[in-house]
């Protein structure tokens, strides 16, 4: 992992726009992103999470539902004009219910419920924030996908799965289409993280656990620290030539047959 007392100062001045910004992959990007300079606008349903958020990176926190197209819309608002510009929008919003598991057993209720979290939420972010970045003429959107929307997995969260497979092919789109505008869109992808979102899952599955394990060739899963690390690069201008990507920060996992004993 990074050691954070080393990192880099390449986004000074900006301003950054974190969803899920309370706990896991998000809180962790948004202290590597304070960390290089940005403005951070900490957006998260949970307020004591995200006030918290905000006041350890002293940034805003902005309370949003990102399934609601008008808070969405205001979330983005209020970082330009608290901050002046929208430079970074990090769509990092989702969930992984207990009740979405096989496509046998996964009710209607928990499909629509994943999809409208996981996949609407980014939708509706990106329709917000790219006119900011087109009336700048730049900016970065990086959007939560995951190694699942690459591979198919025998121990399913069929809904998860189709969201993030959704994120990947929006997020490759919209780079095409705004790419001369100057805008980046790049989907992160990545494996299995040690968050309270996984944690709790695992926690009830042990056995699932063990299974998905066996196959990251590293024999461990990843340390948020070590996605927003990949965060931090594509927010930055070291990534300038990196759009429309399929970012996969995963251990290795999809490029595995056999691991090693």
């Not at 007392?5 to 706990?23: D, M, N, P, Q």
């Not at 969930?95 to 499909?111: F, H, K, Q, R, V």
């Not at 461990?220 to 070291?238: M, Y």
Request: glycine share 10%; net charge negative.
């Amino acid at each position: 992992m990074t050691d954070q007392t080393t990192v880099c100062r390449r986004l000074v001045g900006r301003t950054a726009v974190i969803t899920g910004a309370g706990s896991g992959i998000g809180l962790a990007t948004a202290r590597r992103l304070a960390s290089e300079g940005a403005h951070i606008v900490c957006a998260d349903i949970d307020e004591v999470a995200g006030k918290a958020a905000a006041e350890e990176v002293g940034g805003l926190y902005v309370q949003v539902d990102v399934t609601d197209s008008e808070q969405v819309e205001a979330l983005y608002k209020t970082a330009f004009d608290t901050y002046g510009s929208v430079d970074i929008a990090f769509n990092n919003a989702g969930i992984s219910p207990p009740d979405d598991d096989s496509i046998l057993t996964t009710g209607l209720d928990a499909w629509k419920r994943v999809q409208e979290v996981n996949l609407t939420s980014v939708y509706l972010c990106c329709k917000h924030a790219l006119p900011y970045m087109q009336r700048q003429g730049k900016g970065s959107i990086i959007n939560t996908a995951s190694f699942v929307a690459v591979m198919g997995a025998a121990t399913s969260q069929i809904s998860y799965t189709a969201s993030k497979g959704g994120v990947l092919s929006m997020s490759r789109e919209l780079g095409v289409q705004f790419a001369r505008e100057g805008i980046r869109v790049n989907a992160l992808c990545p494996g299995p993280v040690n968050t309270p979102l996984l944690k709790e899952l695992f926690a009830k599955d042990p056995e699932r656990a063990a299974r998905r394990l066996v196959h990251v060739p590293v024999g461990r899963f990843a340390e948020p620290e070590e996605i927003a690390s990949a965060v931090a690069f594509l927010a930055s201008d070291d990534s300038s030539f990196v759009n429309a990507a399929e970012f996969l920060v995963d251990g290795g996992i999809a490029g595995a047959y056999v691991t090693p004993v």
